[in-house]
């Protein structure tokens, strides 16, 4: 729960060596509560809890008590799993957020991302911040650009297993495995439309790599473009309308804006000599991508219609932003020294910070929707 308060960012946790009150002691009702001894040490707020294990399940209670008017604001009681206790606290840490800022929280929410710690490039889904790191795929083949459902119950990726890049779908409930896309070529890129009805991709056309968008229901494509470029990395707007996609048509790899309505598409950035990597931002006002001047690339970000373009990361070699989905935060991979590893920053640069997931080599990360 204090790492969840402080990667935040929004709130200050008072030290216990600065407690007045032995909070061991004290019990967890407004009547046994000594309020004016955590008012004396600056605490607007106090949070306390208990715990008891009851055979193979956790359960905790948990109570937020404003200091100065001396009443409780909130109160709930979780009954969990001994095996995953974090992940409890994380359910709270969302309450918490919530009731305090009126905005939810992403504590509970995950991240996909690609790491080869086994010696094959396989997809794993962790916690938020990194931890309880689990292995989705094993099919010891190259998997790549895992892509979350909607609703966060399935993932969208490319994998060589059968011997050319095929896209493929993974129920995260049920773990059952299904081929969406497997045309002779490549078949690269899937992204979900927001409603989840259908995927934009890249396939290999007459001409050159071209996008489509496929109905899961009715397995029919629609081809978009038809050029003598490659177009790759489409990503939906929010609302449905447009998919920013990279084309090197104009020569060097830019970010394209294709209005799905008319079919028209229109260049959207001009500088830097390889632009990649867009995604949206929740409300669609944003899209973060990755940049390279020189060889050595760094997260930017910009308005919808590519105006306003400003250089969030200097790390030097970062790459495949993706927004949280409150808006408040980008993950990313960066690489430092021949090594991979995932970061996450606020979405205006500062905070950056990296997370850990004991799996090395990470790349790709996604972050999942709010999830239920």
């Not at 804006?257 to 409300?283: Q, V």
């Amino acid at each position: 729960l204090r790492s969840d308060i402080r990667f935040s960012g929004l709130f200050n946790i008072i030290e216990k060596d600065a407690y007045l009150e032995d909070a061991a002691l004290s019990g967890l009702t407004e009547d046994k509560i000594e309020f004016r001894l955590w008012r004396a040490i600056g605490a607007d707020t106090l949070i306390k809890g208990g715990f008891s294990i009851e055979k193979e399940k956790l359960v905790v209670e948990v109570r937020l008590f404003d200091s100065v008017t001396e009443k409780q604001v909130l109160g709930k009681k979780y009954i969990g799993s001994l095996a995953n206790p974090r992940r409890v606290m994380h359910y709270f840490a969302d309450n918490l957020y919530e009731e305090l800022t009126g905005r939810k929280g992403i504590f509970t929410t995950r991240i996909m991302f690609v790491s080869n710690r086994d010696g094959n490039k396989e997809i794993y889904v962790a916690d938020y911040d990194g931890r309880n790191a689990v292995k989705v795929t094993r099919n010891k083949s190259i998997n790549l650009s895992p892509q979350w459902s909607p609703d966060g119950r399935k993932a969208l990726y490319v994998s060589y297993k059968r011997g050319w890049p095929s896209l493929f779908q993974l129920d995260l409930t049920n773990g059952q495995d299904s081929a969406v896309s497997a045309r002779p070529g490549i078949n690269i890129g899937g992204r979900y439309s927001p409603d989840g009805a259908r995927v934009a991709l890249t396939l290999s056309g007459d001409k050159s790599p071209e996008l489509y968008t496929l109905d899961l229901s009715t397995l029919e494509y629609r081809r978009l473009t038809d050029n003598y470029g490659i177009d790759v990395s489409p990503a939906w707007s929010p609302d449905s309308s447009r998919i920013a996609y990279v084309s090197d048509v104009a020569g060097n790899p830019h970010i394209f804006m294709l209005e799905l309505t008319t079919g028209a598409a229109r260049r959207i950035t001009f500088e830097g000599r390889y632009n990649s990597s867009p995604a949206w931002s929740p409300d669609g006002s944003k899209i973060a991508f990755s940049r390279s001047d020189s060889g050595r690339f760094n997260i930017w970000v910009m308005n919808a219609d590519g105006a306003g373009a400003t250089q969030l990361s200097f790390d030097g070699n970062d790459r495949s932003p993706s927004w949280s989905p409150d808006g408040r935060y980008l993950i990313y991979s960066s690489i430092a020294k021949g090594v991979s590893s995932l970061r996450v920053m606020r979405s205006d640069g500062t905070g950056s910070m990296k997370i850990e997931t004991g799996t090395g080599n990470e790349k790709s990360p996604v972050w999942s929707p709010f999830l239920q």
